[in-house]
């Protein structure tokens, strides 16, 4: 599998994965409430039950990145578990609010383009309804969210600082990496490696002709490998400077970097300075 690739277009195989299967549920539901519905002998337009469960599924799509970006905060790994859970606890309830308040407006601006009226109920016996029913919904997204970059961490392979004990803090510009990849790990110099290159929420390190994706920002991995062997080249690449051969200028006034392997990238003009002072 192209992993360079994968990690460059992953929020859009993300997106694609959400829509396909909160609409191959929005069609399972609405079908089995129209069979249900015909059973009873219940009369039912047959758009009604689309516009509820569609309605729904939708605006739990667009609540998932939210979801993503929480857990970012009050992760449900590590040290933190406690505040993790007693936050998700507090952000299902906003989760199920905003979940009820979108589907409710997107099902009357339905009804009334079909010439109907939706009527939701009593709130606070529907609210209380929909949360038993969302606080499911969110536990299997927060499930299918951590199971997915279970899965993906184990084919793709991270690297991680390598830390000097249990209770050591990371060193402020680690010398090697760990990389853990189908079970097996691989530790890598931090000094072998030729250049960065941002790809979504991971950056990856080239050393010689393999590619170890590490989950980071560029800023915050700027921040970790030592300026003195390090120097930012462009808002999506990172050299080392030990390797860079030749630099050549170009006509717009930016530059390309030649590395030692033989890699050409783009260099910036807006870090010349800081690259010539590392330079000198």
Not at 173 to 200: M, T
Request: net charge positive; charged share 25%; with cysteine.
């Amino acid at each position: 599998m192209n992993w360079q690739l994968f990690n460059r277009y992953e929020h859009y195989y993300i997106a694609l994965f959400w829509i396909s299967i909160t609409s191959l549920q929005a069609w399972i539901n609405a079908e089995s409430v129209i069979a249900d519905y015909a059973r009873l002998e219940i009369p039912i337009e047959a758009w009604q039950p689309y516009s509820w469960e569609f309605s729904s599924q939708f605006v739990s799509v667009l609540l998932i990145p939210l979801i993503i970006l929480f857990n970012r905060k009050f992760s449900l790994s590590g040290p933190n578990i406690t505040r993790g859970i007693i936050g998700h606890v507090i952000f299902s309830v906003v989760f199920s609010l905003s979940h009820v308040v979108g589907m409710v407006l997107i099902r009357k601006l339905t009804y009334s383009l079909m010439g109907s009226h939706y009527d939701f109920g009593d709130w606070s016996n529907e609210l209380l309804y929909e949360y038993r029913k969302d606080v499911y919904s969110y536990i299997w997204i927060i499930a299918i969210i951590y199971a997915y970059r279970f899965i993906v961490s184990r084919l793709r392979g991270e690297a991680t600082v390598i830390a000097t004990g249990e209770d050591t803090p990371e060193p402020e510009h680690p010398e090697r990496l760990l990389v853990k990849k189908l079970g097996k790990e691989f530790i890598i110099k931090v000094s072998d490696i030729n250049w960065v290159e941002a790809a979504g929420n991971y950056m990856n390190l080239h050393v010689d002709n393999r590619v170890y994706p590490l989950r980071e920002t560029m800023a915050g991995l700027e921040r970790k490998l030592n300026p003195k062997h390090f120097a930012r080249i462009h808002r999506s690449f990172m050299v080392n400077i030990d390797n860079i051969e030749e630099i050549n200028p170009l006509d717009s006034g930016d530059f390309r970097i030649r590395l030692k392997c033989g890699k050409v990238l783009n260099f910036s003009r807006r870090y010349r300075e800081k690259v010539k002072d590392r330079l000198a």
